[in-house]
C-alpha cells in the first residue's frame, strides 16, 4: 500500500516571503499522479496543483509551483509571495492513473501567514 | 466548484440510530467518492462508485454502506451510528482532466 508523509504539522511564514511545504510518498507504481490540496477553515477542499509522474516538468499554477523528485519520491509545494488568504492547511495526495482515482493523502501541514 | 452538492451539511444524531448521507452532482461524472476526514488527518477514503449500482469498498468501510441507483446519487448510510463515525464526510468526483474535485462537506456528530 502507499504512503503519503508530510512531516510539517505546522508552519508560519511573513506575507510576501516564499515558503516550501514537503511531502514524500512510498510507492513501487511508475505511473501515477500528486496533489496539492489547500483547505481554509471553510473546510472546502481545494485543488491547488497537480504533477502526473511520467513529467519530468515541475508543474506551475502562478505562485504555486512543485519539485518533484520522482527518484526519491518527493513532491513539495512552494508559495512565492505568500499572502494572507493562503492561511489554511495543505494536504498532498497520491493516486495511481489506474486506481480510479482513489487518493491516499498525507495527514496536512497547516500554514499561517503572518502580515 | 465541479456541481457538488452534499445534504445535509451539519447533523447531529444518537447512537444506534440510522444514517444517511447525499451527495448529489450534476456533470454526469462517472466516477463518485466518499471520504471522512478527522481531527488533524487527511482524508480516508470509505466507499467509492465506478457506474451505477457499481460501488467498492475503501480502506475504511466497515460500518458504512453505500448506494448508487442513479449517475447523479451517490449515498452513504451508517447502519447504526456510533461515536467514532464523527467525524466530517467529503463526497468527490472524478473529472474529466484527471482531477479529484471535492465537495463541501457534511459534519456528523454522533452523540
Known amino acids: 500500500a502507499q504512503t503519503v508523509t508530510q512531516s510539517q504539522p505546522e508552519m508560519s511564514v511573513q506575507e510576501a516571503e516564499t515558503v516550501t511545504l514537503s511531502c514524500t510518498y512510498d510507492?513501487?507504481?511508475?505511473?501515477?499522479?500528486l496533489f496539492w490540496y489547500k483547505q481554509p477553515p471553510s473546510r472546502q477542499m481545494i485543488l491547488v496543483i497537480r504533477?502526473?509522474?511520467?513529467?519530468?516538468q515541475n508543474a506551475t499554477e502562478n505562485r504555486f509551483s512543485v519539485n518533484f523528485q520522482k527518484a526519491a519520491k518527493s513532491f513539495s509545494l512552494k508559495i512565492s509571495d505568500s499572502q494572507l488568504g493562503d492561511t489554511a492547511m495543505y494536504f498532498c495526495?497520491?493516486?495511481?492513473?489506474?486506481?480510479?482515482?482513489?487518493?491516499?493523502f498525507g495527514d496536512g501541514t497547516t500554514l499561517t501567514v503572518k502580515p | 466548484d465541479a456541481g457538488i452538492t452534499q445534504s445535509p451539511r451539519h447533523k447531529v444524531t444518537e447512537t444506534g440510530t440510522p444514517v444517511t448521507l447525499r451527495c448529489h452532482q450534476t456533470e454526469n461524472h462517472r466516477y463518485m467518492y466518499w471520504y471522512r476526514q478527522d481531527p488533524g488527518h487527511g482524508l480516508r477514503l470509505i466507499h467509492y462508485?465506478?457506474?451505477?449500482?457499481?460501488?467498492d469498498k475503501g480502506e475504511v468501510s466497515d460500518g458504512y454502506s453505500v448506494s448508487r441507483s442513479k449517475t447523479e446519487d451517490f449515498l452513504l448510510t451508517l447502519e447504526s451510528a456510533t461515536s467514532s463515525q464523527t467525524s466530517v464526510y467529503f463526497c468527490a468526483i472524478w473529472g474529466g482532466r484527471d482531477e479529484q474535485f471535492f465537495g463541501p462537506g457534511t459534519r456528523l456528530t454522533v452523540l
Open positions: 510507492t513501487s507504481e511508475n505511473n501515477y499522479y
Open positions: 504533477q502526473e509522474a511520467y513529467k519530468q
Open positions: 462508485s465506478y457506474g451505477v449500482k457499481d460501488t
Open positions: 495526495a497520491f493516486i495511481f492513473n489506474t486506481n480510479a482515482g482513489k487518493s491516499t
